[in-house]
């Protein structure tokens, strides 16, 4: 409705529509116009004012701020050579428990509270991916950009890169797919960290499928679209 009604000269001036006229624009019914427009006007998207002839509206800045990220989400997707975000499905298996003993390093811990924006659970949720197809995307995802934790050393060893992936566990969940560039597992594995016991939280065991949502991160940042994820909720 919003692209609609900017198409008809509301991005820039104010605008004479009628509910019929989008109704039949848009191919639905003219009530679902009607609640779309007022839907629009309550988020404060659009001014509006009804007439006997029709509505007169022009897009507000917050509307204007939702099309330019509709923009800039289509122009990554025509323009990159990698998906923004891929879905895989794994069965939670127990593993070797390095996962917390990494997470709980002091300069691996706080560049991922700072870049992630969570404080990690002391642990992580492995799944073992179910299908050749996942597994193949599994490893597709390593050449896409990344949030990168850089690695250190200290008296005993050195510690290496890690690549984190902006991640929603079963549409429920926000945490974090780990790729770590030395790991004990394969690339049938997959990690997850959050800001919680994924276990407990989801009250999953050994055997159970999940599935996760995986954004990529133009310019080693979080996009408009990985962004819009606040991890406290």
């Not at 991005?11 to 116009?33: C, G, M, P």
């Not at 990554?76 to 939670?92: F, N, R």
């Not at 404080?119 to 599994?138: F, Q, V």
């Not at 004990?184 to 997850?192: A, F, K, L, R």
Request: glycine letters at 6%; one cysteine or more; proline letters at 3%.
């Amino acid at each position: 409705m919003l692209l609609k009604l900017s198409e008809l000269g509301a991005y820039r001036r104010v605008t004479k529509v009628s509910t019929d006229f989008l109704a039949r624009k848009l191919e639905i019914s003219q009530q679902t116009a009607s609640r779309y427009l007022i839907e629009l006007d309550r988020k404060g998207w659009i001014k509006r004012s009804v007439t006997s002839e029709g509505s007169l509206v022009k897009i507000d800045d917050g509307g204007m701020r939702e099309l330019v990220k509709l923009y800039s989400n289509l122009k990554l997707v025509i323009e990159t050579g990698y998906p923004l975000s891929v879905t895989l499905e794994g069965t939670v298996f127990t593993g070797l428990g390095q996962g917390a003993y990494y997470i709980s390093k002091d300069n691996y811990l706080k560049q991922i509270t700072e870049k992630l924006g969570f404080k990690p659970y002391n642990g992580t949720l492995n799944l073992k991916l179910s299908n050749e197809h996942d597994i193949k995307m599994r490893i597709e995802l390593e050449v896409c950009p990344a949030i990168e934790i850089e690695g250190f050393k200290n008296i005993d060893r050195s510690f290496g890169l890690v690549k984190c992936y902006p991640t929603i566990i079963d549409n429920k969940v926000k945490g974090a797919v780990v790729i770590a560039t030395r790991s004990h597992y394969d690339t049938s594995v997959i990690e997850i960290i959050a800001p919680m016991s994924l276990r407990k939280h989801l009250k999953l065991k050994d055997g159970h499928k999940v599935k996760v949502e995986i954004f990529t991160s133009p310019t080693n940042k979080t996009s408009e679209t990985t962004a819009s994820y606040s991890y406290n909720s």
